[in-house]
């Protein structure tokens, strides 16, 4: 069974830098690549508020997706065969603080529809990002 463990969050300033990792076990590389890739934050206290889109990855690597408040600050990436995802996320702001969390999604996902929590099928357990001000 597919399982999602996502690494590297922490504590940081405004400005500063953080790479997350998303490290799929049960799986190989191979089968990996199949799956589209992509990372969604949540707030915490904001009960009932729906998993934000952050960024997407094709399996390939070949096409991605940002979301306005990320984009040319966050980068996503991936190694296949070492079946893991990352995202670089750069000038960090407090609005980034956030449960960040990875996800796989069928490669027949259309790339408008990705922007839905609900369209993906495994996620990790998140990890805590803070960035004070």
């Known amino acids: 069974q597919e399982q999602l463990v996502e690494s590297g969050g922490g504590m940081v300033q405004a400005g500063d830098s953080l790479r997350l990792s998303c490290a799929a076990s049960g799986v190989s590389g191979r089968v990996f690549g199949g799956y589209r890739m992509g990372w969604f934050r949540q707030t915490p206290g904001k009960e009932g508020q729906e998993r934000e889109f952050?960024?997407?990855?094709?399996?390939?690597?070949?096409?991605?997706q940002y979301s306005e408040s990320v984009k040319g600050r966050f980068t996503i990436s991936r190694d296949n065969a070492k079946a893991t995802g990352y995202l670089q996320m750069s000038s960090l702001k407090p609005e980034d603080t956030a449960i960040y969390f990875c996800?796989?999604?069928?490669?027949?996902?259309?790339?408008?529809?990705?922007?839905?929590?609900?369209?993906?099928?495994?996620w990790g357990q998140g990890t805590q990002v803070t960035v004070s001000s």
């Open positions: 952050v960024a997407a990855i094709s399996g390939s690597s070949a096409a991605t």
């Open positions: 996800g796989l999604a069928s490669p027949a996902t259309l790339s408008s529809l990705v922007v839905l929590p609900e369209r993906w099928d495994y």
